[in-house]
């Protein structure tokens, strides 16, 4: 089984601040890690897949990287519709699709 | 535009059983693996299973091996979940998803919950 591990759980950011996001795999596995944004009441979205591609549509502020077990995913300056919570997400052949835990990014 | 709407949701009692259904509109359904992934109350994701482009290849995580089965039906763009012998811990919000490049999963239905109580 891959655990993905994201830190901090919670992270509190003024607006127009930067925000830097962990997520850590228990071993090591190929660049299919991704990262989701979901806000509340609302299915997630993809903002970052490859570790460091940005899907279509998502702002520049956004930017993945990493590879091999940490990855990160960095808002430059963050907007209001920013803070919601963000899940990584990795895929390998033995064993599927595993999601982390989950960071809050809340106002400070 | 590209849209995936699940329906099916409800209330069922343990040792019940549910079908979901996913509504796929906006692209070519027949050319995506497809995936269900739940999100219990208030808890983070968890992949459910998905299935390959024509239906050949079907993957589960293992606390729904032998309950759960996937399955689609490109002629009317809609994937399925049938859920058999529910338990309390599947109650979640199911949602479709749509397995796009290196493994991400790029479009989203809105959900739809699942409740097993008695």
């Known amino acids: 089984e891959v655990v993905m591990t994201q830190s901090p759980a919670t992270l509190s950011v003024s607006p127009g601040e930067r925000a830097t996001l962990s997520c850590r795999a228990s071993?090591?596995?190929?660049?299919?890690l991704a990262w989701y944004q979901q806000r509340p009441g609302q299915a997630p979205r993809l903002l970052i897949y490859?570790?460091?591609t940005r899907a279509t549509g998502i702002p520049a502020r956004f930017s993945g990287s990493g590879s091999g077990t940490e990855f990160t995913l960095t808002i430059s300056s963050l907007q209001s519709e920013d803070f919601a919570v963000y899940y990584c997400q990795q895929y390998n052949n033995w064993f599927g699709w595993t999601f982390g835990q989950g960071t809050k990014v809340e106002i400070k | 535009e590209v849209q995936l709407v699940e329906s099916g949701g409800g209330l069922v009692q343990p040792g019940g059983s549910l079908r979901l259904s996913c509504a796929a509109s906006?692209?070519?359904?027949?050319?995506?693996?497809m995936s269900w992934v739940r999100q219990a109350p208030g808890k983070g994701l968890e992949w459910v299973a998905n299935?390959?482009?024509?239906?050949?290849?079907?993957y589960y995580v293992d606390s729904v091996k032998g309950r759960f089965t996937i399955s689609r039906d490109s002629a009317k763009n809609s994937l399925y979940l049938q859920m058999n012998s529910l338990r309390a811990e599947d109650t979640a919000v199911y949602y479709c998803?749509?397995?796009?490049?290196?493994?991400?999963?790029?479009?989203w239905g809105q959900g739809t919950l699942v409740t097993v109580s008695s």
């Open positions: 906006g692209f070519t359904f027949s050319t995506y693996w």
């Open positions: 071993q090591s596995f190929s660049d299919n």
């Open positions: 490859r570790a460091s």
């Open positions: 998803a749509r397995v796009g490049r290196f493994y991400a999963f790029d479009i």
């Open positions: 299935i390959k482009e024509d239906g050949s290849e079907k």
